[in-house]
């Protein structure tokens, strides 16, 4: 039988720190995984906590339905907060619908997200905070995605350092369809309850999986799926999955792997890596049963098995690539396409290059947003284009990336010289004076990575022969 515990209760909160007793429930899960909560709405209505919360929020964030940004918030935000945590407590608080809208994806579709109100930000917020401190001891070490932490190029790293060190031949590489759209809620309360014994905080839950969607005025009940942009909605992913794929991987399936095998897991997106053919058709085949147990399926178009591994430089390798007519092997994992390639002294690494698709569909936008802002003069172009570029490499400049990331610098340099000799009829500058004056101003392309997995038989750092 599961124990229970009663931590975080009103009285205890009102009076204590919200950070200090979140940290508590974080090294009770860790100590006694196997505890409940029982006693959790003291931690959520907290008016610490809630302050905390809207200290973490951006201002430049949209508004949700309610038509509320941070600076309308912060007037009377005292009052405000009290009267939400009195809501919360008396279990009066019901989150509002999420405004619908839609970003470009990188395969040219678009992405529908849901804005929450301002109100149900710090709510779902302080939520996040508390699932994050019961779960992340319980996390498995394949879980990368929403982590603290934990990053996408940690996830990187790690698929070069299996692939390099564990010596695996065999990758498959999938996506789970609309997951954000598909989760069961019915499943995710079921899988909440294993640590969660408080019943009203399960029914605020549910409140917000519940809460629906508004678009153009007209509103859709919510019946399966957290909506993307609440900042809860990470968490319960995490949560999700952790019960439907990486315990089922880590603990059942890779036990009855005849050889090695891995799962790295970035929210939806993951990839498996296998010793052994065998292994990789069998976790193809079970997988989607797997998932299907708690309606979930496979993106088709984005889930494949190939042979991707260091036996491909081989001169059997070679010669069996030849003789099936394939060309190089490659996935994509993160933005990134993974490819079999040498080093300098002609060892197998795992190369990477930015995802030729991502990097078109981001000019393409890059395009359209500079062709916009014409209107508000070239130094808000040139401003506009310096953070969007260091966010583009701070992401992308990758170890093996160069070529990749130069390329998009400039192009996108290129695409701001265009938009500001079309900022009248008169032509403003040549190509001349934007690299004496404007290009100067914009970030250089660089490294920022390494990913490059330290090899098993060099020393590692802290050892005595470094």
């Given at each position: 039988?599961?124990?229970?515990?009663?931590?975080?209760s009103?009285?205890?909160?009102?009076?204590?720190?919200?950070?200090?007793?979140?940290?508590?429930?974080?090294l009770?899960?860790?100590?006694?995984?196997?505890?409940?909560f029982t006693?959790?709405m003291g931690?959520?209505?907290?008016?610490?906590g809630?302050?905390?919360?809207?200290?973490?929020?951006?201002?430049?964030?949209?508004?949700?339905?309610d038509?509320?940004?941070?600076?309308d918030?912060?007037?009377g935000v005292?009052?405000r907060?009290?009267?939400?945590?009195?809501r919360?407590?008396?279990?009066g608080?019901?989150?509002?619908?999420?405004?619908?809208?839609y970003?470009?994806?990188?395969?040219?579709?678009m992405?529908?997200?849901?804005?929450?109100?301002?109100e149900?930000?710090?709510?779902q917020?302080?939520?996040?905070?508390?699932l994050?401190?019961?779960w992340?001891?319980e996390?498995l070490?394949?879980s990368?995605g929403f982590?603290?932490?934990r990053?996408?190029?940690?996830?990187?790293r790690?698929?070069?350092?299996?692939?390099?060190?564990?010596r695996t031949q065999?990758v498959?590489?999938?996506?789970?369809?609309?997951?954000?759209d598909h989760?069961?809620?019915?499943?995710?309360?079921?899988?909440?309850?294993?640590?969660?014994?408080d019943?009203n905080?399960?029914?605020?839950?549910?409140?917000f999986?519940k809460?629906?969607?508004?678009?153009d005025?007209?509103?859709?009940?919510?019946?399966?799926?957290?909506?993307?942009g609440?900042?809860?909605?990470?968490?319960?992913s995490?949560?999700?999955?952790?019960?439907?794929?990486?315990?089922?991987?880590?603990?059942?399936?890779?036990?009855?792997?005849?050889g090695?095998?891995?799962?790295?897991?970035?929210a939806?997106?993951?990839?498996?890596?296998f010793e052994?053919?065998?292994?990789?058709?069998?976790?193809?085949?079970?997988m989607?049963?797997r998932?299907?147990e708690?309606?979930?399926?496979?993106?088709p178009s984005?889930?494949?098995?190939?042979?991707?591994g260091?036996?491909?430089?081989?001169?059997?390798?070679?010669?069996?690539?030849?003789a099936q007519?394939?060309?190089a092997r490659?996935f994509?994992?993160?933005?990134?396409?993974?490819?079999?390639?040498?080093?300098?002294?002609?060892r197998?690494?795992?190369?990477?290059?930015?995802?030729?698709?991502?990097?078109?569909k981001?000019?393409?936008?890059?395009n359209?947003?500079?062709?916009?802002?014409r209107?508000e003069?070239?130094?808000?172009?040139?401003a506009f284009?310096?953070r969007?570029?260091?966010?583009?490499?701070?992401?992308?400049?990758?170890?093996g990336?160069s070529?990749?990331?130069?390329s998009?610098?400039?192009?996108?340099?290129?695409?701001?010289?265009?938009?500001?000799n079309?900022r009248?009829?008169?032509?403003?500058?040549?190509?001349?004076q934007?690299?004496?004056?404007?290009?100067?101003?914009?970030?250089?392309?660089?490294?920022?990575h390494?990913?490059?997995?330290?090899r098993?038989?060099?020393?590692?750092?802290?050892?005595?022969?470094v």
């Amino acid at each position: 039988m599961s124990a229970t515990l009663a931590l975080g209760s009103g009285q205890d909160s009102c009076h204590r720190p919200a950070k200090l007793i979140v940290t508590e429930h974080t090294l009770k899960a860790r100590e006694e995984p196997r505890t409940r909560f029982t006693s959790l709405m003291g931690l959520l209505f907290d008016p610490d906590g809630l302050r905390e919360s809207f200290g973490r929020q951006d201002g430049r964030k949209a508004a949700g339905i309610d038509g509320i940004k941070k600076e309308d918030y912060a007037q009377g935000v005292q009052a405000r907060l009290e009267d939400l945590s009195a809501r919360i407590r008396r279990l009066g608080y019901r989150p509002q619908p999420a405004r619908r809208t839609y970003i470009p994806k990188g395969d040219g579709r678009m992405r529908p997200l849901g804005v929450p109100s301002f109100e149900d930000r710090l709510v779902q917020d302080r939520l996040s905070q508390i699932l994050q401190a019961i779960w992340e001891p319980e996390f498995l070490e394949c879980s990368y995605g929403f982590r603290p932490g934990r990053s996408a190029h940690d996830a990187l790293r790690r698929v070069a350092e299996v692939i390099t060190n564990e010596r695996t031949q065999w990758v498959v590489e999938a996506d789970i369809k609309g997951f954000f759209d598909h989760v069961s809620h019915a499943h995710l309360l079921r899988f909440l309850e294993h640590r969660i014994g408080d019943p009203n905080l399960l029914r605020i839950i549910q409140r917000f999986l519940k809460a629906g969607i508004m678009e153009d005025g007209v509103f859709a009940a919510s019946v399966e799926g957290t909506p993307q942009g609440g900042l809860v909605s990470p968490v319960l992913s995490n949560i999700y999955l952790h019960y439907a794929l990486d315990l089922w991987f880590e603990k059942r399936f890779a036990r009855q792997c005849a050889g090695k095998a891995y799962l790295i897991r970035y929210a939806d997106d993951f990839v498996a890596c296998f010793e052994r053919e065998a292994d990789a058709r069998a976790f193809l085949s079970e997988m989607r049963e797997r998932l299907a147990e708690f309606d979930l399926e496979i993106e088709p178009s984005k889930t494949a098995l190939l042979e991707f591994g260091s036996a491909l430089l081989t001169p059997r390798g070679l010669g069996r690539q030849r003789a099936q007519g394939q060309g190089a092997r490659t996935f994509s994992f993160l933005g990134f396409t993974h490819y079999v390639g040498r080093s300098r002294t002609g060892r197998f690494v795992v190369g990477r290059k930015t995802d030729g698709k991502r990097l078109r569909k981001k000019l393409k936008a890059l395009n359209a947003r500079l062709r916009e802002l014409r209107g508000e003069g070239g130094n808000a172009m040139v401003a506009f284009l310096a953070r969007h570029l260091q966010g583009h490499i701070q992401y992308y400049g990758v170890s093996g990336n160069s070529r990749g990331l130069s390329s998009y610098v400039y192009f996108a340099q290129r695409l701001l010289f265009k938009w500001l000799n079309r900022r009248s009829q008169k032509r403003s500058l040549n190509w001349k004076q934007f690299a004496a004056y404007i290009r100067r101003m914009l970030p250089k392309a660089r490294i920022l990575h390494n990913l490059y997995p330290v090899r098993w038989w060099m020393p590692q750092t802290g050892s005595r022969m470094v």
